[in-house]
């Protein structure tokens, strides 16, 4: 069974998802970080399938795509096969 909650060396993982710790990181750039990583962890795991991976978080497909743009992940990189075109 996966621990829930997990700490290493400059980082949290948390149910799988690592997000990296700072020393002096303020609130507002955890929760960015923690919010990238679990962008990155969704996209990963719908391969790239962003209406899925938003389901799954249960936002909108517009807010999904929005803050994964921010975030400068490209579901694209995550569908099967993409690179070999």
Known sequence: M?????LA?????LRGIV???APGMTLRQFTRAAE??????QIRHTHGN????T????VSSQL???????YGICARDFRPNYHQR
């Open 9 to 13: 060396k400059n980082t949290l993982i």
């Open 64 to 70: 999904g795509y929005r803050q994964m743009k921010s």
């Open 50 to 53: 962003v209406t899925r991976a």
């Open 2 to 6: 996966m621990e829930t909650l997990r």
């Open 19 to 21: 997000v990296p710790l």
């Open 36 to 41: 990238r990583a679990y962008w990155h962890h």
């Open 55 to 58: 389901k799954l978080a249960d």
